[in-house]
T-cell receptor, first 113, second 114 residues
Framework: AQSVTQPDIHITVSEGASLELRCNYS??????LFWYVQSPGQGLQLLLK??????LVQGIKGFEAEFKRSQSSFNLRKPSVHWSDAAEYFC???????????FGTGTRLQVTL | KAGVTQTPRYLIKTRGQQVTLSCSPI?????VSWYQQTPGQGLQFLFE???????NKGNFPGRFSGRQFSNSRSEMNVSTLELGDSALYLC?????????????FGQGTRLTVV
């Protein structure tokens, strides 16, 4: 079965610093990959997605992610973090013909001023 | 375009009761999925409905059920509530005809079982 690993439970960065959140997946073929963000008590907002094509994808709020097949990774990046980026970030995959998302355990981002 | 609407936002129920949660997908979206989010188990897939048919089901007991109406609105029902059913229940909608497209989530329904 497919799985998603987000090795960092909690990350703290200073406002204006760069950010990279890690995501690794386990699946034999190329999955569909997503990053979602969740603010406290809220639903999930889609940041970006990868289905095929260019391995560097741009999303909303200045985020980008790079799909690396050789490393089974889909890391999320942002060059300069804003205090409003503090939230929980989830990596997710959809594989094969399944229509369900499998989520990682999430990374909580704290931004210090 | 309106997003995914979940009602109610908050619910408090007593053990043994049953509860029904509602989800209205984005206009034109025919697939509705439900997820349970808890601190211990994270985000787990409950089931997916497409064109009024359950197309996929997660690993949850039969107390959890759902349905979809002809206008794509969906409800999920939990019977004989247990304390462990306390969670944020999230609904997601997608176009999802053949294959998968991105899913958009509602704000969720926070269920507390006492």
């Amino acid at each position: 079965a497919q799985s998603v690993t987000q090795p960092d439970i909690h990350i703290t960065v200073s406002e204006g610093a760069s950010l990279e959140l890690r995501c690794n997946y386990s699946y034999g073929a190329t999955p569909y990959l997503f990053w979602y963000v969740q603010s406290p008590g809220q639903g999930l907002q889609l940041l970006l997605k990868y289905f095929s094509g260019d391995t560097l994808v741009q999303g909303i709020k200045g985020f980008e992610a790079e799909f690396k097949r050789s490393q089974s990774s889909f890391n999320l990046r942002k060059p300069s973090v804003h205090w409003s980026d503090a939230a929980e970030y989830f990596c997710a995959v959809v594989t094969g013909t399944a229509s369900k998302l499998t989520f990682g355990t999430g990374t909580r981002l704290q931004v210090t001023l | 375009k309106a997003g995914v609407t979940q009602t109610p936002r908050y619910l408090i129920k007593t053990r043994g009761q049953q509860v029904t949660l509602s989800c209205s997908p984005i206009s034109g979206h025919r697939s509705v999925s439900w997820y349970q989010q808890t601190p211990g188990q994270g985000l787990q897939f409950l089931f997916e409905y497409f064109s009024e048919t359950q197309r996929n089901k997660g690993n949850f007991p039969g107390r959890f059920s759902g349905r979809q109406f002809s206008n794509s609105r969906s409800e999920m029902n939990v019977s004989t509530l247990e304390l462990g059913d306390s969670a944020l229940y999230l609904c997601a909608s997608s176009l999802a005809g053949r294959g998968f497209t991105e899913a958009f989530f509602g704000q969720g329904t926070r269920l507390t079982v006492v």
